[in-house]
């Protein structure tokens, strides 16, 4: 069974350039999750997607951040303009489903490490 | 709100010693507990869950962890450490009744293992 895909792998802007992050989940999970991850600190969500709905978008500075799953599939997290501070690694994560009864493991791909300059 | 800790920083152990890394956690209702276990540059691999049932919860790699509802602690154990366990361990909880996002993680900041020979 083939992972979570994530792509590029490594990216350096300058601020106020704009950048784009790809995620492919694993086939058939219906729940797909990006996560910044600070360098020194534990990953911290984004945004939440059932299929292709937003379920949590609490976190999302969205002045500047916006993601997209528009078939339920595959999915693009963009910054624009970037910061300083958005320097981090960009997790995405897929799970079966969700559920409050059932907690499903959730598969991360490898990240795509971001730096601002 | 939901909150996990993870005290220690880092925790250094001789190869064959026993092991543990600890996490408490607060959440309002019941806590889903997980711990995650991340290499160099890859994303965050599952090690286990606590859903319910036994406190002793066995997982991957020989590791496992110990669900104390009256310390509000999910610490890791491993009976005999080995050098290729050095890595960066990440717990996490979901809180079964919170009202918001399902399936929502709030991870800890982690903590460094490494075993010397």
């Known amino acids: 069974e083939a992972g979570v895909a994530q792509s590029p792998r490594y990216k350096i802007i300058e601020k106020r350039q704009s950048v784009a992050f790809w995620c492919n989940p694993i086939?058939?999970?219906?729940?797909l999750y990006w996560y910044q991850q600070i360098l020194g600190q534990g990953p911290k969500l984004l945004i939440q997607?059932?299929?292709?709905?937003?379920?949590?978008d609490s976190q999302l500075p969205k002045d500047r951040f916006s993601a997209e799953r528009l078939k339920g599939v595959d999915s693009t997290l963009k910054i624009q303009p970037a910061k300083l501070e958005d320097s981090a690694v960009y997790l995405c994560a897929s799970s079966f489903t969700i559920s409050r009864t059932v907690s499903y493991e959730q598969y991360f791909g490898p990240g795509t490490r971001l730096t601002v300059t | 709100a939901q909150s996990v800790a993870q005290p220690e920083d880092q925790v250094n152990v001789a190869e064959g010693n026993p092991l543990t890394v600890k996490c408490t956690y607060s959440?309002?209702?019941?806590?889903?507990l997980f711990w995650y276990v991340q290499y160099p540059n890859r994303g965050l691999q599952f090690l286990l869950k606590y859903i319910t049932g036994d406190n002793l919860v066995k997982g991957s790699y020989g590791f496992e962890a110990e669900f104390n509802k009256s310390q509000t602690s999910f610490h890791l154990k491993k009976p005999s450490a080995l050098v290729s366990d050095s890595a960066l361990y990440f717990c996490a909880v979901r809180d079964s009744d919170y009202g918001g996002s399902q399936g929502n993680l709030i991870f800890g900041k982690g903590t460094k293992l490494s075993v010397k020979p």
């Open positions: 997607f059932q299929n292709n709905g937003v379920v949590d």
């Open positions: 959440v309002s209702g019941n806590p889903y």
């Open positions: 086939s058939g999970h219906a729940t």
